[in-house]
């Protein structure tokens, strides 16, 4: 075993994906790297404690969906964590480009600087294998190779791309060469990669130095390195967060870094390794990494069951019951429910892309939607009305606005609100309210300590969110 010291490295945590898989729990508005699946804390959370944790790391780079920017930032902030950076993507476009911002940061002040790429939704029970699989992947990302992990199988997984394992590199123990990447298999070929002994799953994981990246994005897809450099060029900074030049960035062709680089590259190396790894893709992959009961069934919440095995229940709210079934996935939200075989679980897309098409809002966010300034709740709607709960944390306030279509009451359950109409301000607290009245020019603010909890009606011609003329805002938003 080798006895050399750990290489520095910067963790570079990828949280882009809306995990649609997930639904109803993963919404676009609140992706499952931002939820506590697998228990606490949140996956993001876990990923940002877990790269933190391994010897040598320094400070972490995030590259993030703007619209999650302050739910990340709460995150992060909770962790006590002072990421290096976290760059903004306007739209997503795929691992290949996000990675090139990060490279393209780093290889900025050092183009040797050690990349170890995280995406932000895995599951990783062995963190100890997973630092020592992590330290072999530095040293050969060191001698100029482009490094990812390939986990042993231990099914014949058909929801995985493989990797075919070559021979080994040079003295480094446990690096070996990638003979080819292979797509999802079928069944009958993903039972042949596991007989074989010599496949092994593509974990998504990866390790290079920032210039030799570059180098090989630019060798094999110039066009994405040009547009991704042409954005980087033209970033600009503001509340902590660094975003790339948006124009240019929606103009960069959308790859994987799999299909962009490692399948074209001839330095490609792959450290086989088992260190409990899930992607946690789907609610069956959740079933197989949860903690079952006497009959196989994995509950979260207020779950009764009879006469059911094999299955996994969670509730958000209310009490759900399952009886007679096997095999099932049963998940209930405020605003939705899922129930299907767990063989299908890679199916729910087709839910997710239905519900897109018909307009819908259920793929999007769920009832309590968040903001940086707190959340709102819908609680009921009808014909020209609308009533929602609203939170402001302390210290917080929202934009200074105007409505052309609404007009609102607010009354004030707990905690004090500062509320301003048309320049004139007035304190609100408990059992107070105020009148809006259509087309005033309004905000409300938090002065207190405490979180103000506040009950919204509004009424009008049309209720859309977007019935909204933002005058000031402290988050920058549209």
């Known amino acids: 075993m080798s006895l050399l010291p750990p290489l520095p490295f910067h963790p570079v945590v990828l949280s882009g994906g809306t995990g649609s898989r997930l639904w109803p729990l993963s919404r676009m508005a609140y992706p499952k790297q931002l939820l506590a699946l697998a228990g606490e804390p949140t996956m993001l959370q876990a990923t940002l404690a877990r790269a933190s944790g391994l010897t040598s790391a320094k400070a972490p780079l995030l590259v993030c969906n703007s619209e999650h920017r302050f739910l990340i930032r709460d995150q992060w902030a909770a962790l006590g964590v002072d990421p290096m950076a976290a760059y903004l993507e306007p739209v997503g476009r795929n691992t290949a480009p996000a990675i090139a911002l990060a490279a393209l940061h780093l290889a900025a002040s050092d183009p040797q600087a050690l990349m170890l790429i995280l995406p932000a939704d895995h599951v990783i029970d062995d963190v100890s294998a997973f630092g020592a699989a992590v330290a072999r992947a530095l040293r050969a990302a060191q001698a100029g190779y482009l490094v990812t992990f390939g986990i042993s199988p231990s099914s014949p997984e058909t929801g995985y791309g493989y990797i075919q394992v070559g021979g080994p590199l040079g003295e480094e123990e446990g690096v070996n060469a990638v003979a080819s990447f292979v797509e999802k298999p079928d069944a009958a070929r993903a039972a042949q990669y596991l007989a074989q002994g010599n496949y092994v799953?593509?974990?998504?994981?990866?390790?290079?130095?920032?210039?030799?990246?570059?180098?090989?994005?630019?060798?094999?897809?110039?066009?994405?390195?040009?547009?991704?450099?042409?954005?980087?060029?033209?970033?600009?900074?503001?509340?902590?967060?660094?975003?790339?030049?948006?124009?240019?960035?929606?103009?960069c062709p959308s790859e994987s870094i799999d299909y962009a680089v490692m399948q074209s590259s001839r330095k490609a190396a792959v450290v086989?390794?088992?260190?409990?790894?899930?992607?946690?893709?789907?609610?069956?992959?959740?079933?197989?990494?949860?903690?079952?009961?006497?009959?196989?069934?994995?509950?979260?919440?207020?779950?009764?069951?009879?006469?059911?095995?094999?299955?996994?229940?969670?509730?958000?709210?209310?009490?759900?019951?399952?009886?007679?079934?096997?095999?099932?996935?049963?998940?209930?939200?405020?605003?939705?429910?899922?129930?299907?075989?767990?063989?299908?679980?890679?199916?729910?897309?087709?839910?997710?892309?239905?519900?897109?098409?018909?307009?819908?809002r259920e793929h999007l966010e769920h009832l309590r939607v968040h903001r940086p300034w707190g959340w709102y709740e819908g609680v009921d709607q009808g014909e020209r009305f609308q009533v929602k709960r609203i939170m402001v944390q302390p210290g917080a306030r929202l934009s200074l606005q105007m409505h052309h279509h609404r007009a609102e009451h607010w009354i004030v359950v707990s905690g004090t609100a500062k509320v301003t109409i048309n320049g004139d301000e007035q304190l609100l607290t408990e059992n107070q309210s105020t009148y809006i009245p259509l087309g005033r020019t309004h905000r409300l603010e938090n002065p207190g300590r405490l979180p103000l909890h506040l009950i919204e009606v509004q009424s009008g011609s049309y209720l859309g969110e977007d019935d909204i003329v933002r005058f000031q805002d402290d988050y920058k938003r549209d």
């Open 272 to 360: 086989p390794a088992s260190f409990g790894w899930s992607d946690v893709g789907s609610w069956d992959a959740l079933w197989e990494i949860g903690k079952k009961d006497a009959q196989g069934n994995v509950t979260q919440g207020d779950i009764h069951l009879h006469d059911t095995r094999n299955s996994y229940v969670r509730s958000q709210g209310r009490m759900v019951a399952v009886v007679g079934m096997d095999d099932v996935v049963v998940v209930e939200t405020a605003d939705a429910v899922l129930v299907m075989p767990r063989s299908k679980a890679q199916d729910v897309k087709h839910i997710v892309a239905k519900l897109q098409k018909e307009g819908r």
């Open 201 to 251: 799953w593509n974990s998504g994981i990866f390790v290079f130095q920032a210039g030799r990246y570059l180098e090989e994005l630019g060798a094999h897809r110039p066009d994405i390195l040009a547009a991704v450099r042409k954005a980087w060029d033209a970033r600009t900074e503001d509340l902590g967060f660094v975003r790339p030049g948006k124009a240019e960035f929606e103009a």
